[in-house]
Every structure is written in structure tokens, then in C-alpha cells.
């Protein structure tokens, strides 16, 4: 596999499937209407997500921060990275779940248990553990509590989501 091919799989395949999803998203009433109705939970969802890549973000600082000062600097250069990174990563993965719970309920699937939380969604392996696994293991190491904290809240988040989606 030659470098353009790993580019491919590794970036450009994540983001053309995002950028499907949203097409889905925009073109799919169910899809839409699944998500509009639950608006009121979406949104501290959003903040908690934007919250987490601005942990992620700062982590890489952080941790490197008593380190070399080229290195600090990098980090710094690339913190915006890891920010918008993180950010995708938990969004796709997330509304890749959404759309997989609203296309259960618009085929009348019944859950088989009481927290249903359906099919795992397609997750981009690589990206994920560059800019959301990667930075918060730094922060654990750095913060522990606050890395654990953020790491519970992001597991926690779509079980929550579940159990009190109608």
C-alpha cells in the first residue's frame, strides 16, 4: 500500500463518509425529524463534545509543557489540530449512531432490551486514536481527574442518550 493509498483510507475516506451522512441527514426526513425531535438533548451533547476537544486540545499542550521547548511549540502548532480533530471524530461516530437508532425506529424495530443502544457505528480507527484516545490518555496523565472525568462523560453520554431518548 503506497502512501496516497493510506491517505485515502486514513482521511479522506472518514471525511467522505461525514460529508455522506450529512447528505443523508439533509435529504432523509426521518433522519432529520428523528433528530429536530430530540433537539433538546443534542445540544449539551454538542457543548459536552466541544468541551472534551478543548481537553483534548489542551492535553497535547500540557503534557508537553516541562518538556523540550521546540516541542511545546509544536504542540501548540498543532492544538487547533487536535481540537477540530476530536471534534469530528466524536460528531461522526455520534451522528453515525443517531442515524443507525432513527433508521431502526423508522422500521419499527423494537429494542430486544430496556437501554437499547442499537448498532456500533462506523469509527475511524486511526483518527480516533490520534486526536480523541491519544490526547486523553496525556490529560489523564497530567489531570487525572479531569482526564477520567471526560473519559466517563464520553462513554456515558450515548447510555444517557438511550435511556432517556422516547
Known amino acids: 500500500m503506497d502512501t496516497a493509498q493510506i491517505a485515502q483510507t486514513l482521511l479522506l475516506d472518514p471525511l467522505n463518509e461525514a460529508t455522506s451522512l450529512y447528505q443523508r441527514y439533509q435529504q432523509a426526513p ?8 430530540r433537539k433538546r438533548f443534542l445540544v449539551p451533547i454538542g457543548a459536552l463534545m466541544v468541551f472534551i476537544s478543548l481537553g483534548c486540545s489542551a492535553a497535547s499542550v500540557l503534557y508537553l509543557g516541562g518538556t523540550r521547548p521546540v516541542l511545546v511549540l509544536l504542540a501548540m502548532l498543532f492544538a487547533p489540530f487536535v481540537l477540530v480533530g476530536s471534534l469530528f471524530v466524536q460528531v461522526y461516530v455520534f451522528g453515525s449512531w443517531l442515524e443507525g437508532r432513527a433508521l431502526d425506529r423508522a422500521l419499527h424495530r423494537r429494542p ?6 442499537g448498532r456500533m457505528p462506523s469509527v475511524p480507527w486511526v483518527l480516533a ?6 490526547p486523553l490518555a496525556m490529560l489523564v496523565s497530567v489531570v487525572p481527574a479531569l482526564g477520567i472525568l471526560l473519559i466517563l462523560l464520553l462513554i456515558g453520554t450515548p447510555v444517557a442518550f438511550a435511556r432517556l431518548d422516547p
Do not use: T
Open 30 to 37: 426521518a433522519l432529520r425529524g428523528y433528530i429536530q425531535e
Open 112 to 117: 430486544v432490551k430496556q437501554l437499547d443502544l
Open 129 to 134: 486514536a490520534f486526536f480523541l484516545f491519544a
